[in-house]
């Protein structure tokens, strides 16, 4: 007897067709300092789910952490700012942005669509920009910003939903 098997479908959370976002795998994105993370930002959940230690799990943060090496690697190798792809882990893709005075903006995602996390890295980019510009704001200080906040998640829905 030929048995039949059925395969399961992989979607990505990049793309908005495939699933409701109440299905999407999360998203991480983080803003690295020199030294220490300065902003931390969740996508793909439903909206006021609260970040908690279940929807941002130890593993993806060293997940992040261990492609910081990757990062510095190809920001001396590659002249562009956006470096896309660094690493991936199982299913995980990590996309990095690395500024001109080296804070790494870094998406761990599962879908691949480089044109949308390349204008959201750019978005983000210039929020961050401005952000420093204000003279009430430390350069390589934790992002405590609601504004910014704000208008990372907006960027973030507008792109990566």
């Not at 993370?37 to 593993?59: D, H, M, N, V, W």
């Not at 792809?85 to 669509?113: P, W």
């Amino acid at each position: 007897a030929k048995q039949h098997t059925t395969s399961s479908v992989h979607y990505s959370p990049l793309s908005s067709n495939n699933m409701s976002s109440s299905q999407q795998s999360p998203l991480l994105f983080l803003i690295v300092g020199r030294n220490e993370p300065l902003y931390s930002a969740e996508f793909g959940k439903p909206p006021g789910t609260p970040i908690t230690a279940q929807s941002i799990t130890r593993q993806n943060f060293i997940v992040m952490h261990s492609a910081l090496d990757l990062v510095d690697k190809s920001c001396w190798v590659n002249s562009n700012m956006y470096l896309k792809v660094v690493d991936t882990v199982n299913h995980q893709m990590i996309s990095t942005f690395s500024t001109a005075c080296h804070i790494k903006f870094m998406l761990l995602h599962t879908g691949k669509n480089e044109d949308a996390i390349k204008n959201f890295f750019m978005d983000v980019y210039e929020l961050y920009t401005k952000l420093s510009m204000n003279p009430f704001y430390r350069f390589d200080t934790p992002i405590t910003s609601k504004q910014f906040n704000a208008r990372v998640k907006a960027a973030g829905r507008r792109y990566l939903s």
